[in-house]
């Protein structure tokens, strides 16, 4: 009897170890996703006094920014504020710069550890949530399980006080019974016009593509890729997700060049309609179906471009709700489709032979994700679940109709929407749903935006999948947002856990108040930033026109240059701490713009000149404008510090739009 027990016991005593489930640390944050948000918020927190864990479900850390989103979506950089705008000074500091917004993944990665390092991050790897405990509507605990291995009982136990979801995905915002949406809603549903079914020009099949496996023959059926589903009615909601690719970084480097290859399981009849397009619409080059972003050391940022390019379009549609080994099938198939595709280009003979002959000069560069195979780790998925949280950004809110006042953030991209499926209309193939709509400026993202309802849940904030419909979402959804929400969602949690309040009690105004105040997390002191709309810090002389287009900020001033009559533009910085600062004009990209353009430093009673030559710094390397240095001036309470720009000996048109006094500060921070 004794014997039985005994072994009874040891079998317990096993079976614990074997299911390795054990109850961590308390934490006071824990931040779930280490994309480029998740690793800004788990550094905010860090930063900001208390205890973070990171758990990201792959290896990586940077998400899409260092998985080969290397061409920066901004819409307008006044929208990028804090860590987020911080990142990409640091990259700058890379490429010995001040801000860089074009750069490679590696250089990516390296700046995501550093904050990782400066923070001294806990990041647990390779680990995704199972489920989630709650006590009323709070979540008490998680669940994680080991990413490479699920199901194999390697299951632990994680607590903390608040959780920030910054995964793509949105699980443990799912798990957590939090409502949302996937798909594309009805456009009566809010009242919006590019919502739901939108069967538009841009990416679109030229009339007259076939879409049978012998051209005519409807027995033969339809070609690999196309639905026989009918096109519904304009506006029409339904489940369907925009298409995932990967950003591909290629390299032209024969030294720093592994040759394109065949993949697994390769199939050219996947391939098919790019020849179809073709005969309807002969490409000059690999730009006619590839969108070719050239990056440092001879690199590339390669999106989808055209009717048949690197979307993989209907293919993805039961992503959001998968499991995890579901999800790793769909990417591998994914990966799968975009590698043949290169290949197909690169070496079918139907192909033309001077379009082989230019893909063929590119290959996967040797010093890009060197440990995972030269391939980028990070599908970009655009587009998953959406919370319904206590308030949806919508249409309204992206073109100006509805402003928020609760804004912890900025968006300025278009409403953006890659194709949904691809049918048949009309005898004729079609890709239906996407929607390239802007021309507006920024515009605030609601607090509200991105914590769920109370009624669900009372700890948890949602920065990536936060609450907005798919036409919304298409704005919001970049990169340098994701990393501003997230930094103002780590500052909210912070101040909720000060003051035990649940997310929903956290006072905005006071939140906002801590973002401007500490935009770096780190007590620093702050740059100081005059926009031509800041019209109590800008005095104007001469007739000048407000131009909105392509601007820093909502509109800037411009003047033809013809220099008949004296013009400025003065900006007057409020500057409450004394110290050494570094002074930049923005210049932003346009036609006719003047060579130079003479600008007067003011600092007490010195004054000097500084001529700019635009082209020096309108370079190649960034996606808008630049900003142009000014050089140095030591400013102190008593002096009145002015930049005034001039239209004086101006050869063109003449731009004032942005000055910006930056502190002197150690480089990395």
């Known amino acids: 009897m004794i014997k039985l027990i005994v072994i009874l016991l040891l079998l317990v005593a096993t079976n614990k170890t074997r299911g390795q489930t054990a109850a961590l640390k308390q934490y006071d944050i824990v931040v779930y996703g280490a994309t480029s948000g998740g690793v800004i918020a788990a550094y905010t927190a860090k930063k900001m006094g208390k205890t973070v864990l990171l758990i990201e479900q792959g290896k990586y850390i940077g998400g899409l920014s260092a998985g080969g989103l290397g061409y920066t979506d901004i819409g307008n950089k006044y929208a990028i504020t804090g860590l987020s705008r911080n990142f990409y000074r640091r990259i700058g500091n890379h490429y010995g710069k001040f801000e860089q917004w074009i750069f490679e993944p590696h250089v990516a990665t390296e700046t995501f550890k550093q904050y990782v390092s400066e923070a001294g991050l806990e990041i647990l790897f390779q680990h995704h949530v199972v489920s989630v405990k709650k006590n009323k509507e709070a979540i008490e605990s998680i669940v994680v399980e080991k990413s490479d291995a699920?199901?194999?009982?390697?299951?632990?136990?994680i607590k903390a006080k608040i959780y920030i979801d910054c995964s793509y995905e949105g699980d443990l915002m799912a798990k957590a019974g939090v409502s949302y949406f996937v798909?594309?809603?009805?456009?009566?549903l809010y009242n919006e016009t590019y919502n739901g079914v939108q069967l538009m020009d841009k990416h679109q099949f030229p009339n007259g593509v076939d879409p049978y496996k012998i051209v005519g023959d409807v027995t033969s059926g339809l070609l690999w890729g196309i639905s026989n589903e009918p096109l519904q009615l304009q506006g029409t909601g339904d489940k369907k997700l925009q298409a995932y690719n990967f950003r591909l970084c290629l390299t032209k480097n024969p030294a720093n060049q592994l040759p394109i290859s065949k993949p697994a399981n390769y199939d050219a009849l996947k391939y098919e309609l790019l020849l179809?397009?073709?005969?309807?619409?002969?490409?000059?080059?690999?730009?006619?179906?590839?969108?070719i972003n050239l990056m440092q050391n001879q690199k590339t940022d390669i999106n989808?471009?055209?009717a048949f390019s690197t979307d993989m379009i209907g293919m993805n549609y039961n992503y959001a709700e998968a499991g995890y080994e579901e999800r790793k099938q769909i990417q591998e198939v994914h990966e799968a489709y975009v590698k043949g595709l290169l290949y197909f280009i690169a070496y079918?003979?139907?192909?033309?032979a001077y379009l082989r002959t230019m893909m063929l000069q590119w290959g996967y560069p040797k010093d890009e994700y060197m440990t995972n195979g030269n391939f980028s780790p990070q599908m970009y998925v655009r587009e998953t679940r959406r919370m319904k949280g206590a308030y949806v950004m919508t249409q309204a809110n992206c073109q100006g109709k509805a402003i928020v006042t609760d804004g912890v953030g900025m968006a300025a991209y278009t409403m953006d929407s890659h194709n949904c499926q691809r049918l048949i209309v009309n005898g004729m193939v079609k890709n239906e749903g996407d929607v390239q709509?802007?021309?507006?400026?920024?515009?605030?993202?609601?607090y509200r935006s991105?914590?769920?309802?109370?009624?669900e849940c009372t700890n948890l904030l949602v920065p990536v999948c936060l609450s907005a419909t798919h036409i919304a979402y298409g704005s919001i959804r970049m990169e340098p947002v994701f990393m501003v929400l997230a930094q103002s969602a780590a500052t909210a949690a912070v101040m909720a856990i000060n003051k035990k309040q649940t997310?929903?009690?956290?006072?905005?105004?006071?939140l906002q108040a801590m973002l401007r105040s500490n935009p770096l997390a780190n007590n620093s002191v702050n740059e100081v930033l005059v926009d031509s709309d800041d019209t109590a810090s800008v005095r104007v002389k001469g007739n000048w026109l407000r131009i909105t287009k392509g601007c820093y900020g909502p509109s800037m001033f411009t003047d033809e240059g013809n220099a008949k009559t004296t013009k400025e533009i003065t900006f007057i910085p409020a500057i409450s701490q004394p110290g050494n600062y570094h002074l930049y004009a923005y210049f932003p990209k346009i036609s006719n713009s003047s060579s130079n353009v003479t600008i007067y430093i003011k600092n007490g009673p010195v004054t000097r000149e500084v001529i700019v030559n635009t082209g020096e710094i309108q370079v190649e390397g960034q996606t808008s404008g630049e900003w142009a240095s000014l050089g140095t001036m030591h400013v102190n309470n008593k002096n009145m510090a002015t930049v005034t720009i001039t239209n004086k000996n101006a050869n063109g048109v003449v731009v004032a739009d942005a000055v910006l006094f930056v502190p002197e500060l150690k480089p990395g921070k």
């Open 437 to 446: 709509v802007g021309g507006f400026g920024p515009y605030p993202v609601s």
């Open 348 to 352: 079918d003979g139907r192909m033309p």
């Open 276 to 291: 179809r397009v073709l005969e309807k619409k002969p490409a000059t080059d690999l730009e006619g179906f590839l969108n």
């Open 150 to 157: 699920p199901g194999n009982k390697g299951h632990q136990i």
């Open 503 to 510: 997310v929903q009690q956290v006072n905005v105004a006071q």
């Open 304 to 306: 989808n471009n055209g």
């Open 450 to 455: 991105i914590i769920p309802k109370a009624t």
């Open 183 to 188: 798909g594309r809603e009805d456009n009566s």
